[in-house]
């Protein structure tokens, strides 16, 4: 059996799971005391074996209470399984005037010997790169290959098969104009070939089930000059535009597609500018991503992450933690909350709060699942009263 076939089986199975009445797991809405945290804010996760990558902006990784700590410049990374920092690695990463850059985007190559890296930044090592590098996972170097000129900063990277994808806000790469999304050769160059182009910028890509296509999302209006309100589905060749469409009239622009999760013959997806909502459309339509169900929020849905058994679908973003509220099941949201993904029922036992809340824009940006455990970042003092700065993990 081919291992496309086994692949999707494997998705056929865990939509098969989550039709099951409640998940099967343990969950608990309390984070893990032991896992380290950052002393700035956290935007993007990579996960590599047992080896995750943070991402954002911060100059510590540190224990819980503040020792032992690991300085470091934006991006850092620690043992998936004990959530402990890994010392004697660290890409400096900085602006022209020395400060601290930011770093939204991180992506692994399929050997694990790279770490792609996008954000808003000047340097790396002292290496003049323009919003965009790679780096050696073993000594933390520059790879020279890869140095380009992003126009703008970068927001999102996906690893192909056979491509790196980086999307942004930039309107151009090496001076050559780019449409917010471009693809790299696996030796750094720029792929030539691939010309998608959206309108605005792109927040986020997910490889999708067929393993042909690749899905994007952001506050962009049309790709490669056709209509597609935040959400499209391109080649991962050549990047044109495949005919699979949400149909008009669902996502209304203004709109941003702040995140995408292809699981099975589903397309769960996050939005957020006006209205907020979380969402799934169906792959199993032939060429229309029918909504399946949408779940209003008062904040951005940002960030998403499904259960091992594919039962229950987390998000995060910064509902009920600015100046509106939230409530499910007659309980306060403040960043975090999980549904049903057959249905979009809200689950009503996991609302981990985010603190502070109130006239701030505090949430969970990032999420990954590793394991057992899942790895929230943001900007977050605390969870339920106990602090937890800026990187949490909830065993599940």
Known sequence: MSVKR????????????????????????????QA????????AFALSGNTLYVGGKFGLLRAQGGTPKIKLKSVGKIDATT?????????????????????????????GSTLYIGGKFDFINGTPVKNFAAVSTSTGAVDPAFTHAFGNQVWVINV??????VGGAFKQVDGTARGNIVALNQ?????????????NNVRSMALAPDG????????????????????????????????WAIPSGIIVAPQVGWTLLPVGNRLFGGFGRGPNYAAAFRLDNGNVGSLVWRVSTAGNDESMA??????????????GTAVLTQTFCGQAVHGLYSVNPVTGA?????FPAITPFGSNYTGAWAMMKSGSNLYVGGLIDAINGVPHANLVRFPM
């Open 306 to 319: 499904m259960s091992p058994d594919g039962t229950r679908l987390f998000i995060g973003g910064h509902m």
């Open 160 to 165: 192909g098969p056979n491509l790196i994808y």
């Open 187 to 199: 030796d750094g160059s720029v792929n030539t070939t691939f010309a998608a182009a959206a309108n």
């Open 6 to 33: 086994l692949a999707l089986l494997a998705l056929a199975a865990v939509g098969a799971l989550a039709a099951t009445a409640s998940p099967a797991f343990a969950l608990s809405a309390t984070a893990d005391t």
């Open 36 to 43: 380290w945290e950052v002393n700035g804010k956290v935007r």
């Open 346 to 350: 809200v689950y009503c036992d996991w």
């Open 212 to 243: 042909n296509t690749l899905f994007v999302g952001g506050n962009f209006t049309t790709m490669d000059g056709v209509s597609r309100v935040s959400v499209a589905r391109i080649s991962l060749d050549t990047g044109s535009l495949d005919p």
């Open 83 to 111: 959530g402990v920092g890994i010392p004697g690695w660290g890409p400096i990463i900085t602006t022209s005037t020395g400060a601290a850059g930011q770093v939204n985007a991180l992506g692994v190559s399929a050997d």
